[in-house]
Each structure stands twice: as C-alpha cells, then as structure tokens.
C-alpha cells in the first residue's frame, strides 16, 4: 500500500498545471488556463499541534482523497446523534488538505486558486507562507491571488485549513437549522493562470467579470448587453480590444461586437457592448430551453491575452393581475419542489455528475421550479437548470433566526457573491430576500435589487410568523401545510407545501393555489428525502426522524409513487401507473394517469372504468388520480388508458411477492464516470420477487463487493455495508480507481439470489477549458440590399446600388466572393426614395427586375463549404402580385436542382405592404468546391409580370 501511494504521490507532483490542450476549431483562449484540482490531496481530520503548512511537513500518514470530500462519512440515520438543530458539536471539525503541484506559466502570469464553496472558514498557505483567509460564508465562491506566492516550474505545496467550527459571525450559524452543516472541501477547486490583462472573477465587484442582461425581448427579436470588467495589472497603460461573439447552439457566431479601450495600469475598465439579434432568434422557456454562447476575447492588437465564455437566453417574465406569472406573454403556472443539496452518507461532498442527474429527474416529472432551500447550491445544478429549461427561486444561507452586525454583513457579503456569480443564468427568476418562516428583511431586499434589479424577490413567509402579504419584496412566498387565507392582493407562490408518497397531499395544494389567478407556484416540501437533526423543541409533536420520508425522490434519489402523479399532470407523453404497495393499500388503489378514462383490471376481469376522481380538493388541476376502491389481496392488476374512446396506454404490476433475487443498477449510465475519484455512482440493489416486482416491504440487508477499478464508499462504522434496503432498494456508492477501467459491482443477501452490474470509468481531464470549450464557426453574414440610386438602405446591411448594365458586379470585401446578376432581358433598377409597409421594408421597398425572362445569380471565389442563401423578389411594380410563382434553379458542387418556390404560405396581393412579414424570399442551400462557381437561375412562373430581385443574405454553415 505505501508502494502504491508512494507511485500515486510522484504522478501526481509531476503533474505540470498551466498548459491548454489543443481547443476545438475558432476557440481562443489567450493565456488562461483553468486546471481542476479536484484529484490527489491529503487530508487529516482534526487540528494539530503543529502547523502542518510548510513543505517539508511529513502528510504520509494522512489520508488521500478526492474532492468533493466530506470531513466526515456519517450513517444513514446520523449516527444516531444527540443534538439539536443548532448543531454545536456535531460535524464541527477542522480539516486539513495538502496538495503539491507543478505550474506551467509565464512570468508575467496571474495565478489564483478558485474554491467553489468551503465549510466553513477557509485559510490558505502556499510554500508554508499565508496566503489569507476567507471567513464569510461556506456556501459560495471565493480565490486566492498566490501569484506572489508560487514558484514557477517547481513543486508548490497547497495547505488548506477548511474549519467547520461553531460559529457566532457566518451564517446560518449560530442558530438552529433544519439541515445538517457539513464539513470540508466539498465543491471543486481549480487553478486559474490568467494574463495581466484579464477578465476579473464575478463576485469581485458589482462591475465585474460578465454581466449578461437581456433589456429587451420580444417575440421575434431581442438585444442582448454584455458588460466585461477587464483588469490590468501591468505598470503601465494598456490599449485593449474585446471581441465579442453570439453564438448559436449549432457553433455559428451569429452577431459579432468590437471594443476597443486603453486601461490604465492597475486598473479596471468595462466594456458595455449590446447587440440585437433577429436571425436565428429563439425564446428560452421550459418547453424550449435555447442557450446561446457569449464568447469574449481579449486582444492586445491581434494577440489574445483572455477570454470568458457565458451562456444566456431570451426570456421575459412579468407578474401580471388576473394571469399570475407570465413568460413570454403567456400565462405559465409554476409546479416543482424544494431541493437540499445532500445525501446520505456523503452529505454536501456532491459530484457534478449527481446535480445534473437530480435536476434530469425533476425535468422527467414535469417539474419546471427548484426552490434552494435554504442556501446557495452548486454550479452544476444552475447551469443544469439551465439546459433542461427549469426556473430557480435561490437563496442566501439562512434560516429563521438572524445575527449582529457582523453576522448581517457576512450575509450580505454571501448574498451579494451568489447573484454576480448566477446572475448571467435566465433559470434564475427570484432571489430570496427573506428569512425562512420570518418574513421580508429590509436589508436583504435592498441587497437583491442592488445587485440585480431584473429579477423577482420573495419574502419567505409562514402563516405563523410575519406578514400576510408580500411586504416590501415582488412575492409572498409562503409556507403551506394546513389551509392559510391567501393575501388580499399579493402575488403569491407557496414555496413549501405538504407532500405524502400517494400524492393526495400535493394534489390538494396545487389544486389549491391553481384556484387563484394572484397565486402562481406551488412548490413541494420536499424533492428529495435528506438528513436533519433534532428541534431543539422536545416533546411528541416535534419528535422525528434522523431522515425525512415526504419527499418526492427518496434520499438515495429513487422515485416514489407521488413522483408518477407529477408526470401524469405535467408530462405531454401518454402516462398510466399502477402505485406500487406503498401508496396502493389499504382498500385504496391509486393509478395516475393523464388519459381520459382508465379501466382497471384484476386477472384479466375488470373492476371498474372510471374518469378522474371528481374531488373538490383537485378540481383544478389537469389530470387528478384515479382512485379505485378495491382490496388487492393477489394476482395482477392492469391499468387501461383511454382518450376519445380509444386505448392510448396500459400498465401491469404484480402483488409483491417474496423476495426471490436482487437486480443491480446504476444512478447514471449516460454520462461519462471519471475515473479518480472525484467522480461517484450510486448503485442501487433492489429486492425482486419472481416477477421482477421491488418487494417494498422488504427488510433484507445486502451486502456489496466491487472488484476492477473501483472502491466502494465506507469507512466500517457507518452502517453502509450491508446495507439496509428501504422500499425493497438498498443503496451504495462507488468510486473510480486513479486509472480508468472496468468496476464489477456484486450484491448479496441471505435467502436471495444474488446480482451485478459492471460500468466503465473514463479518464479523468483536469484541463477545463478543453473540457467545456465548443466549437466555434467564425463564418462571414453578408446581408446586402439591392436598389436604385436612390435607394432605402435597411440598417446593418452592405449597399448594392446601380443604374446601368454596368453596376451588375458586386465583391463581398470580407471574402473576396464574387457576385454578378445577369439576364437574357434588360434589367431596370428602381430606387427612388420611396418605401414600403412591413419587416425588412427598406429590403423589399427597391431592387432590380426584369420585365420578363429569367434572373442569373452567380457566385465566384466562393470558398469551399455549404452555403444557405436567402434572395428577396418582392415585386414593386403593379403588373404582378408579390407570390411564390418563383422556380429557382441551383448549380452547385452537388449537381443541379430545380424547384419552385414554397418558402412563403401566404402570397402578398398589396405590393406595398407585406404586414407584419418580410417580403417574399426563397431560401436555398449551396454547396460549393471552392473552385467552380455556384450559379442560381430564377424564372417567374407566371408568364405576364416582372421578376424582381431586392437583395440577398448569404451564411456559411459548415
């Protein structure tokens, strides 16, 4: 074993940090590099009496881990701990990690170490010098600067000491909570080596980093402003340029903004730059979740020095009488759960991998709002919600009670870092400005809008404590577990209310809070079962578990029955399920279903067909259950679907029987398993009878054995192996080996047939540049408009104006592509100043034309690729109607093809106006060799009238 750690320790601190690989096609990164540390650290739990910063301090003994890490591995049921909510004692440790690495970089460089979040205090030594202390907060981002502190191509000792203790002055401490504060390093850490001239980190200042604002959205277009703080850190003045791209999801860069700007020395500057974007537009919703790229470089002349890239999205929310919450203009009612970021056994120590997972499961159920209850959560899980399409109602570290003055401003310190650091992200539509149960706190509501004006604050109020309205934030947020008056005029979300595993409790509550138009969330305590400790109130009523049992998901994430109602009110695609034996008992059995009619059956002979239950408790929601009264003693049950008549689906579960053998799976199986252990999986057992049903009222323990290149997660005093199965599914994790491989996981149990499962591991990059960079298509747009001499030009377009035979030939600068119009007829220009109604108007308001005959459009020097071509032909002369009797004809690389147009559905019968439309056009694609021109002929169809040309756009897409 020492062989081992000895051959891993002179891997690991020969490791060079500092060097990009190679990046895809279009990506610059300057001089940055952002290296993840998460893998190969040292760790002892508990203080020492010495020190243990300096490089030569002997950490043999001490434990080597992966981050995130937990200080402590702790039992499913807490270890059974003695101890209230306030939590003084228990998990309040000092860790300390060491790490030694090598770093690659310029001289002139910036280094920093960047910390996603540390419980709870943080200091940091680099080559045994104190770097500095970060004592604000333990659930946020923060860095280092250690350029003065490293030594550049030889090894550099990191020691971190993460204290975890007790604490009068960061919050939530020194009050109770309802959720367990872990210790330790437990979300990534990375080296960041940047140029002097760099983009500064977001939380550093109000004007800081990216500032990404979406000022106007509309159905059809909208602009987008980006504001970049760049520092230089040189002695003298630097004269700097930042380019700025949109990017589409497909790579294309899509709008394109230059700055330019001399910074002084030691200085910041900010670079405001809005752009608007018409083509390839699309909203951000739940439904449709489009990101586009903010990509940024920073230049010195035509040298890269920085870059950031962000993602963001169009999206507009209003809270309007009468309609509630509105996205985009329309109506939307917000359903979803509360999510607490641990789980059992490794508590907060949570691996990317999980946070995207959890936030796939709620998406799956239909859910499209998260509430963060009661801290600021990973990047992961934000940048999750983001792709899936799913709002986030997030929240500074808090609970109920509230601290002194430096408590006050250690929190507003948090606050003010977790929104510049998730401000870019359209998830993002409330910020917590209250204290759990207490109401609206003046000072956080100032803080929030500070910093982010274009957003929605909630008071986080109780039916018990504080207003009965919103006070002075956007949104009554309340608590709602019995049945509260709801406030005369606020708008109001319910962000918590009462859930049960057959779902009738979160039918009652949503229906509820649907009945009212004021009214626009309703989101369920809880998602996901998780550890708490005990009220400090002792009697029967406050009594409870060391775990929750209410959630949607169990805290291993395995779905209960209420998880299925979910989907069947929220899910488009057909749905019918039976409620396994947890939820169909007692006389009762639950089928949720989103069709219109469900006929159940009981070995094969039906018991009823029945529509949804007709409750006034769930006369508001979409899809109520079905519940059908009928005591299941054996056998099979079916359950039908019908809408209009007509069988859409069906679902068959069997009576449990006895536990006969185990099935093995995996949490995640589509998404790479790193190797490292950074990386981990959780690997479910679940007890099957005969018939492949999970026995839920199994009491069996299994117990797990891994071989190839992975560990199970346990230390020998938690209780993890074997483990007990709750709801028939027993639960462990693994991790991956330093080298990537094959991991074989075994489960057994007395009495019951045994079962694995085996997963890859793939090779852990600690580059994450390379890691996250995407291709980018740097392809010219040329948009040019055609007309007379006096010609309207449209906005943003090349000008293409002529009168004579002559004026035919047009060179597009940016590509030297070659562009000639010709005819067998006399083309005319017009373009006498006058215009036209509609999009694009100054487009289709002149152009040239031919009175008869066809119109030849020809590409020379066109490089090698493919080519979408859009060529107007709104007609302006009274002879014709503006219709799609176009037939185009393309020669290209691809041979030649003929069609007529179609790109249009309705024709224009008022030549001056196209409505609310752009004038007629015909798309087409290209493809083109580089060589040989591309050639496009177009003949009007209807023989009398004139053809027209008005302009043209021309895109490379590949």
């Keep these: 074993m020492k062989l081992n750690y000895l051959l891993f320790s002179l891997f690991i601190s020969t490791l060079t940090f500092g060097q990009n690989t190679k990046l895809p096609q279009g990506f610059e990164a300057g001089d940055r590099t952002k290296t993840n540390l998460n893998i190969g650290w040292k760790f002892h739990l508990g203080d020492l009496e010495q020190t243990p910063t300096a490089t030569d301090f002997d950490d043999r003994s001490w434990k080597e881990v992966s981050v995130p890490h937990t200080s402590q591995l702790v039992s499913y049921e807490m270890d059974i701990i003695k101890e209230t909510w306030v939590q003084e004692k228990f998990l309040r440790d000092i860790s300390w990690y060491r790490k030694k690495i090598k770093i690659d970089a310029k001289p002139s460089n910036k280094i920093y170490l960047e910390f996603e979040a540390i419980h709870n205090a943080t200091e940091l030594w680099i080559n045994g010098k104190k770097v500095g202390k970060y004592a604000v907060n333990g659930y946020v981002p923060f860095h280092f600067d250690i350029t003065d502190f490293v030594t550049l191509g030889k090894e550099n000792t990191i020691a971190i000491k993460a204290d975890n203790s007790y604490s009068q002055t960061i919050a939530p401490d020194p009050h109770r909570t309802d959720y367990v504060k872990f210790g330790g390093l437990y979300r990534d850490v990375y080296l960041v080596t940047t140029n002097p001239v760099h983009v500064t980190f977001n939380w550093e200042d109000y004007d800081a980093g990216v500032h990404i604002t979406t000022p106007t959205v509309n159905k059809h277009n909208g602009t987008v402003t980006i504001k970049t703080t760049v520092k230089n850190d040189h002695a003298a003045d630097k004269k700097t340029k930042i380019v700025t791209n949109i990017i589409t999801k497909e790579g294309l860069v899509l709008r394109k903004v230059i700055s330019e700007s001399t910074i002084k020395a030691h200085s910041t500057h900010t670079f405001r730059q809005s752009v608007t974007v018409e083509d390839d537009y699309h909203l951000w919703s739940p439904d449709s979740p489009y990101l586009y790229r903010v990509n940024s470089v920073i230049y010195d002349n035509e040298t890269p020095l920085d870059f950031v890239e962000n993602t963001f999205g169009f999206r507009k929310f209003a809270l309007e009488k009468g309609k509630g919450f509105v996205l985009n203009g329309e109506p939307l009612f917000l359903v979803g759960a509360n999510r607490h970021q641990s789980y059992p056994n490794i508590g907060d120590a949570v691996p990317n991998s999980f946070h995207y997972n959890e936030a796939l499961q709620y998406k799956k159920a239909g859910m499209n709002i998260i509430r ?222 989103n069709c219109q009619e469900v006929a159940l059956y009981h070995n094969g002979n039906l018991v009823a067909r029945q529509v949804p239950d007709n409750d006034i408790t769930k006369i508001n929601l979409n899809h109520p259950s079905f519940t059908f009264k009928y005591h299941w003693k054996e056998g099979t049950l079916k359950a039908v679907g019908y809408t209009n008549g007509e069988k859409v689906t069906e679902f068959t579960r069997q009576k449990e029987g006895k536990p006969h053998h185990l099935k093995v799976t995996y949490n995640i199986t589509d998404q790479p398993f790193y190797a490292g252990g950074s990386d981990v999986r959780l690997v479910y057992a679940s007890i099957l009878d005969e018939n492949g049903e999970v026995v839920t009222s199994s009491e069996n323990e299994v117990r797990f054995s891994v071989s190839g290149a992975g560990e199970l997660i346990d230390n020998g005093k938690i209780y993890a192996n074997p483990a007990p199965a709750y709801n028939g599914v027993a639960a462990i994790y693994v991790k991956g080996t330093n080298n990537s491989g094959t991991i074989t996981v075994t489960a057994k149990a007395t009495g019951i047939k045994s079962g694995k499962a085996t997963i890859s591991t793939a090779k852990f990059n600690t580059d994450e540049i390379a890691n996250t960079a995407k291709t980018i298509y740097d392809f010219p747009i040329t948009r040019v408009d055609i007309g007379g001499e006096k010609q309207l030009v449209q906005f943003e377009w090349e000008e293409w104006t002529g009168i004579t035979n002559n004026d035919l030939n047009y060179t597009i600068k940016e590509t030297n592509t070659q562009v000639e119009i010709s005819a067998n007829e006399k083309i005319n220009w017009l373009g006498n100043g006058t215009s036209m109604l509609g999009d694009l108007s100054f487009v289709g308001t002149d152009g040239l034309f031919v009175e008869k005959g066809e119109i030849h459009f020809k590409l020379s020097n066109l490089k090698a690729g493919s080519y979408v071509l859009e060529t107007f032909h709104h007609a302006r002369k009274l002879d014709i109607k503006s219709t799609n009797e176009i037939e185009v004809t393309v020669n290209d690389a691809d041979g030649s093809f003929t069609r007529t147009s179609d790109d249009h559905i309705v024709n224009y019968y008022d030549n001056n106006s196209s409505g609310e439309r752009q004038p007629i056009s015909i798309n087409s694609t290209l493809v083109s060799d580089g060589s040989n021109p591309v050639i496009l002929k177009f003949k009007n169809k209807i023989e009398k009238g004139s053809l027209w040309l008005n302009g043209f756009v021309l895109k490379q897409i590949k």
């Design 372 to 593: 963060l209850s009661h801290y600021t959560q990973d990047d992961a899980f934000i940048k999750a919600c983001d792709e899936l399409g799913i709002f986030i109602y997030e929240e500074p570290s808090t609970w109920i009670e509230w601290g002194g003055d430096t408590w006050f401003e250690n929190l507003e310190k948090a606050t003010r870092t977790m929104i510049r650091n998730h401000r870019n992200h359209p998830s993002i539509i409330v910020w917590g400005a209250g204290i759990n149960h207490r109401g609206p706190v003046p000072r956080m509501q100032t803080v929030a809008k500070e910093e982010d004006p274009f957003r929605l604050t909630a008071s986080a109020s109780a039916p018990w404590d504080g207003p009965k309205n919103e006070g002075i934030t956007d949104v009554h947020a309340t608590m709602d577990y019995r049945r509260t008056e709801f406030p005369e005029s606020a708008f109001t979300m319910v962000m918590e209310h009462g859930s049960s595993p057959n779902s009738e409790v979160n039918q009652f509550h949503i229906s509820r809070y649907k009945g009212n138009k004021n009214n626009f969330a309703a989101i369920t305590w809880l998602g996901a079962d998780y550890n708490h400790l005990q009220p400090d109130i002792v009697d029967d009523q406050w009594s409870r578990d060391f775990m929750t049992t209410y959630g949607v998901l169990s805290p291993y994430r395995v779905p209960k029955p209420v998880y299925y109602w979910y989907q069947s009110e929220l899910v488009a695609k057909p749905i019918v399920h039976i409620a396994d034996e947890t939820a169909s008992k007692d006389g009762k059995i639950r089928v949720f279903s």
